[in-house]
T-cell receptor, first 116, second 116 residues
Framework: DAGVIQSPRHEVTEMGQEVTLRCKPISGHNSLFWYRQTMMRGLELLIYFNNNVPIDDSGMPEDRFSAKMPNASFSTLKIQPSEPRDSAVYFC??????????????FGPGTRLLVL | DQQVKQNSPSLSVQEGRISILNCDYTNSMFDYFLWYKKYPAEGPTFLISISSIKDKNEDGRFTVFLNKSAKHLSLHIVPSQPGDSAVYFCAASSNAGGTSYGKLTFGQGTILTVHP
C-alpha cells in the first residue's frame, strides 16, 4: 500500500526561478496538507485542502506561494519567484477526516529545496 | 509566536534507560496533543496522542503525560533503544473556532540519540 508520494525528493534552483513541488496523497483520503520545515520554526502548516478545495491557506507566506489540487490524487505547491529564504523541507500529508479533528495525518518523505 | 515549544534541541540517552522529551504550549484552547517521530530522509510518523480529558496515555514503551495546569506534556520512552534515535515532534490541535479538521501546530523538534 503506497503512502504519500512526493516529487522531486531534492530540488536545487537559483533565485528567481519557479519551483513546483508535487504530491500524490494516499488513495481514499479526502484531506491534504502542505507543511514547511525549517530549523528556526519547525513544521509549519502552509495550506489545507478538503475534498480538493482549499480550506485554510493562512500559513502561506506570501503571494509567491500558490497551491492547487485539481483532483483527489494530485496537488502542487508552486513558488514563483523563489528566494534563498524559501530553502527548507516541504512535506505533504494526507488524512481521511470525518470530523472531530482527531484523524491521523500521514506524511510523505518530503522535498528538500535549496534556493541559491 | 511559537505556541508549541520544545526547548531541548537534543537529548542523549544510554540504551535501556528512560528518555524524557518535553513540550510546552501557550494556547489554552489546545485540547489534543500528539507526538510524531521522524527518521532522516523520511516524513514524520504518528507515535502517540492524548486528549485533554486525560493526563496519561500509554502504548507499549511510550507514555505521554499531560499537565494542563502547567501547559506541559512529556513523552517517556522506557526502555530506550538505539532504533528510537530520531527527531521527535510535539504537536497540538484545537477544535475551537471552527477548525474541525484538527489543525496541527508543531514544535521545533528534539533530536534523540540513544547510545548502545
Amino acid at each position: 500500500d503506497a503512502g504519500v508520494i512526493q516529487s522531486p525528493r531534492h530540488e536545487v534552483t537559483e533565485m528567481g526561478q519557479e519551483v513546483t513541488l508535487r504530491c500524490k496523497p494516499i488513495s481514499g483520503h479526502n484531506s491534504l496538507f502542505w507543511y514547511r520545515q525549517t530549523m528556526m520554526r519547525g513544521l509549519e502548516l502552509l495550506i489545507y485542502f478538503n475534498n480538493n478545495v482549499p480550506i485554510d491557506d493562512s500559513g502561506m507566506p506570501e503571494d509567491r506561494f500558490s497551491a492547487k489540487m485539481p483532483n483527489a490524487s494530485f496537488s502542487t505547491l508552486k513558488i514563483q519567484p523563489s528566494e534563498p529564504r524559501d530553502s527548507a523541507v516541504y512535506f505533504c500529508a494526507s488524512s481521511f477526516i470525518i470530523g472531530g479533528g482527531r484523524e491521523t495525518q500521514y506524511f510523505g518523505p518530503g522535498t528538500r529545496l535549496l534556493v541559491l | 509566536d511559537q505556541q508549541v515549544k520544545q526547548n531541548s534541541p537534543s537529548l542523549s540517552v544510554q540504551e535501556g534507560r528512560i528518555s524524557i522529551l518535553n513540550c510546552d504550549y501557550t494556547n489554552s484552547m489546545f485540547d489534543y496533543f500528539l507526538w510524531y517521530k521522524k527518521y532522516p530522509a523520511e516524513g514524520p510518523t504518528f507515535l502517540i496522542s492524548i486528549s485533554s480529558i486525560k493526563d496519561k496515555n500509554e502504548d507499549g514503551r511510550f507514555t505521554v503525560f499531560l499537565n494542563k495546569s502547567a501547559k506541559h506534556l512529556s513523552l517517556h520512552i522506557v526502555p530506550s533503544q538505539p532504533g528510537d534515535s530520531a527527531v521527535y515532534f510535539c504537536a497540538a490541535s484545537s477544535n475551537a473556532g471552527g477548525t474541525s479538521y484538527g489543525k496541527l501546530t508543531f514544535g521545533q523538534g528534539t533530536i534523540l540519540t540513544v547510545h548502545p
